[in-house]
C-alpha cells in the first residue's frame, strides 16, 4: 500500500502517566512528535475529549507515507514503551475518492 495512511487514535492515560513529572510527560510527547516527523507523519489535530468521554484524548494523524511508516511509529511507541502510559484505539484508512 502506497497511498498516504490516516490514522485516528483514541486514548485514555493510564497511571503510569500520571506518575511521571511534568518534564518526563513532556519529554515522552516530544519523542512521540520526533518519530512521527522521522516517518514523514503529520499530525493534523490533537483532540481533548475528556467532556464528553471521561479521561479520553484522540488524535488524527495524516500524511504518514504508507504502511511501513506506519510499522517504524509503532516500532518508536514500542521503544518508548508508550502502551504502559496510555491505552488506545487506533483506526487506519486511506482517503476515499467520491
Given at each position: 500500500m502506497s497511498e498516504p495512511i490516516y490514522k485516528f487514535f483514541r486514548g485514555r492515560f493510564l497511571p503510569d502517566w500520571?506518575?511521571?513529572?511534568?518534564?518526563e510527560q513532556s519529554s515522552l510527547v516530544a519523542k512521540l512528535n520526533e518519530g512521527?516527523?522521522?516517518?514523514?507523519?503529520k499530525r493534523l489535530a490533537?483532540?481533548?475529549?475528556?467532556?464528553?468521554?471521561?479521561?479520553?484524548i484522540g488524535e488524527?494523524?495524516?500524511?504518514i507515507p504508507n504502511i511501513e511508516a506506519v510499522h517504524k511509529y509503532t516500532a518508536?511507541?514500542?521503544?518508548?514503551?508508550?502502551?504502559?502510559?496510555?491505552e488506545?484505539?487506533?483506526l487506519l484508512g486511506?482517503?476515499?475518492?467520491?
Open positions: 500520571y506518575q511521571l513529572s511534568k518534564e512521527l516527523e522521522k516517518v514523514g507523519g490533537l483532540c481533548d475529549s475528556s467532556l464528553v468521554l471521561g479521561s479520553m488524527w494523524i495524516r500524511g518508536t511507541l514500542n521503544e518508548l514503551k508508550w502502551f504502559r502510559s496510555c488506545s484505539t487506533s486511506t482517503k476515499l475518492e467520491s
